[in-house]
């Protein structure tokens, strides 16, 4: 058995990971921090979890976790993450973070997506890119693990498969993702307020060829496919409480049929236990996924004559699950040579 803290662990992703966490069979929760609510009972800000825990929350130092937990999942979207994961690193306690202050190897591209500079680059060199389907070794031997974006999963693994296997081109692709509204996670701000009332009935795209994931996105493919991927992201908004369904177009590499390539994704995935690919492309949609760590995936090859073929592919994923606290989770097995499952079999994560 495990012990587990959770630093930000009022939020959305916070209340994702106390309910993966009190069912699973190798860990258990020692110390539920909160910047804003320390002091008092969990159940008191988080009222769904009445009769399934007793905490009370403690301020984000490092003397509250040090001596009592083994890992630190850092639930908080800002940089003050960083600092505590220094001194949690440097006394033993494995950091699982699911901001966005370890994603990146190189701190040039953090400084230039992410204010302020990073405030530890030398920890970039010691932290894994946490998704499990590409990366499962590296994780199995890390301290530190980046957890990926909610975006950002889901397209690449839309894309890994066919870009491993070189499938599809790596120039024109194109990303386009709808999101639920936690996203915004509970943090309250301007721009955040009134978010039901301006999606309610409506959609609409964000942060055009500007968004913090697609350096993401970008590096994490070219890793893949050995050269460099440029993709044109378009994130939107949509009246949905949760979920991101992702639709990539490519242009094929070489003759393809939706079989063939559904047969390399089947492979590429065979024993991945959280993507499920599916046999039609309009299979993949959000009901399927929602409260899971599911990862659906579909294809299809849509002909044309001469370069106007196109391959299209949609993922669907659980922002909150397999984006956020699922993930994590997902990663903390592998640190500790858990079942990568545990913990996250259960619909309603």
Same mark, same amino acid.
């Given at each position: 058995?495990i ?8 939020g959305?992703v916070?209340?994702? %990971?106390? /309910?993966? %966490?009190?069912?699973h069979?190798?860990a258990?929760?020692t110390r539920?921090?909160?910047?804003h609510?320390a002091g008092?009972?969990i !159940?008191?800000?988080?009222? @769904?979890l009445?009769k399934? %825990?007793s905490?009370?929350t403690?301020p984000p130092e490092?003397?509250?976790f040090?001596g009592?937990t083994d +890992? +630190?999942f850092m639930?908080?979207k800002?940089p ?5 994961? =220094?001194?949690l ?7 699982i973070?699911i901001?966005?202050s &370890?994603r990146f190897?190189?701190?040039a591209v $953090?400084?230039?997506?992410y204010?302020?500079? $990073?405030?530890?680059?030398e920890?970039l060199?010691?932290a894994v890119?946490?998704l499990?389907e590409l ?12 957890n990926?974006?909610?975006y950002s999963t889901?397209?690449? *693994? ?6 491993a296997?070189k499938?599809v081109r790596?120039?024109?692709?194109i990303v386009d993702?709808?999101?639920? *509204?936690?996203?915004?996670?509970? /943090?309250y ?5 009134? *978010?039901?009332l301006d999606?309610n009935e409506n959609?609409? @795209?964000y ?5 913090? $994931?697609?350096p993401?996105?970008?590096?994490q %493919?070219?890793?893949?496919?050995g050269s460099g991927? =440029?993709?044109t &992201?378009v994130? $939107?908004?949509?009246p949905?409480? =949760?979920?991101?369904l992702?639709t990539v ?5 070489r003759?393809l049929? !939706? ?5 390399v994704?089947?492979? &590429?995935?065979r024993?991945?236990?959280f993507?499920?690919? /599916?046999s039609?492309?309009? *299979? +993949?949609e ?8 599911y990862?659906d995936?579909?294809?299809r090859?849509v002909?044309?004559g ?5 391959v ?9 699950v397999?984006?956020a606290?699922g993930?994590a989770?997902?990663?903390m097995?592998l640190m500790?040579?858990?079942d990568e !499952? ?7 994560l």
């Amino acid at each position: 058995m495990i012990r587990v803290g959770i630093s930000g662990a009022t939020g959305l992703v916070g209340e994702s %990971l106390i /309910r993966a %966490l009190s069912g699973h069979p190798r860990a258990h929760l020692t110390r539920l921090a909160s910047a804003h609510a320390a002091g008092r009972e969990i !159940t008191e800000i988080l009222p @769904a979890l009445a009769k399934e %825990l007793s905490h009370r929350t403690v301020p984000p130092e490092p003397a509250e976790f040090v001596g009592e937990t083994d +890992v +630190v999942f850092m639930a908080t979207k800002g940089p003050e993450a960083i600092p505590l994961t =220094r001194e949690l690193l440097a006394a033993g306690v494995k950091c699982i973070d699911i901001g966005a202050s &370890f994603r990146f190897a190189d701190a040039a591209v $953090h400084d230039a997506w992410y204010q302020p500079a $990073h405030e530890a680059p030398e920890l970039l060199a010691k932290a894994v890119y946490g998704l499990p389907e590409l990366w499962r070794n590296e994780i199995r031997a890390a301290g530190l693990v980046g957890n990926p974006g909610c975006y950002s999963t889901g397209a690449i *693994l839309a894309l890994a498969p066919l870009l491993a296997e070189k499938l599809v081109r790596i120039e024109g692709l194109i990303v386009d993702a709808h999101s639920g *509204l936690s996203g915004a996670g509970r /943090r309250y701000s301007e721009r955040t307020r009134n *978010l039901f009332l301006d999606c309610n009935e409506n959609a609409r @795209a964000y942060a055009v060829g500007s968004h913090r $994931h697609t350096p993401e996105i970008e590096g994490q %493919l070219s890793r893949l496919a050995g050269s460099g991927v =440029r993709v044109t &992201f378009v994130p $939107h908004l949509a009246p949905l409480d =949760r979920g991101i369904l992702t639709t990539v177009y490519a242009a094929p590499a070489r003759e393809l049929t !939706t079989e063939l390539c559904q047969e390399v994704a089947w492979e &590429f995935y065979r024993s991945h236990p959280f993507v499920r690919v /599916r046999s039609d492309v309009e *299979l +993949v949609e959000l009901a399927n996924v929602r409260g899971t760590n599911y990862c659906d995936w579909g294809v299809r090859v849509v002909p044309g004559g001469g370069d106007d073929a196109r391959v299209v592919v949609v993922s669907a994923i659980d922002n909150t699950v397999k984006g956020a606290a699922g993930q994590a989770v997902q990663n903390m097995n592998l640190m500790f040579s858990f079942d990568e !499952t545990a913990g996250l079999v259960r619909r309603s994560l």
